[in-house]
């Protein structure tokens, strides 16, 4: 575990979920509101923050891709056998699919639950998934990449993902 995500997993406020549960959210900057925290997988995207589109706050990221590419979130410290609540809201202006991947902490494997989204052209979809943390690690990271051939511009906003504690 690096120093920064010990840092980070330390200060992540604890808070309850509107079922009540105690949780942990693990996703720093997930509205987007700041300019920072996220960044391209590679060369075939470009990823920002943009005032064009929010489904909350001013803000959400910008994703433009065209070949399995996109944006992948700071890393966060998962735990072994805890249970994962992923949320995110997507607002594809091209393309209808977008993969939602989690990688495990040990960045071994992308969790159950990963996989392609279908997603309704210019409106605002809520995809989501939970999952159990078979290999917990510092590694652990959120990405959204268009699906291979298609290419897609998409605006993510109030991205989550609560541990369960
Ligand atoms: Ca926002």
Known sequence: MTVKSLIKSLTLPLM???NGLA???????????????????????SVE?????AYN????LLIVASFWAGAWSDLW???????YIVEAWIFCTSGTSVA??????????????????????????KV??????????????ISFITPIGEETTMYVDNVSVKEVV
Do not use: C, P
């Open 16 to 18: 309850r979920d509107v």
């Open 23 to 45: 949780v942990r959210e693990m996703v720093v900057n997930g509205d987007m509101e700041r300019d920072s925290n996220w960044a391209a997988i590679n060369e075939y995207a």
């Open 49 to 53: 923050r943009s005032a064009v589109q």
């Open 57 to 60: 706050g001013l803000y959400s």
């Open 77 to 83: 410290t998962s735990v072994t056998g805890k249970r």
């Open 100 to 125: 939602v991947g989690i990688r495990n902490g040990e960045d071994s494997a992308f969790v159950a639950g990963t996989g392609e989204f279908t997603v309704v052209q210019n409106a605002w979809t």
């Open 128 to 141: 989501g998934f939970e999952f159990t943390e078979l290999a917990g690690g510092s590694e652990a990271h």
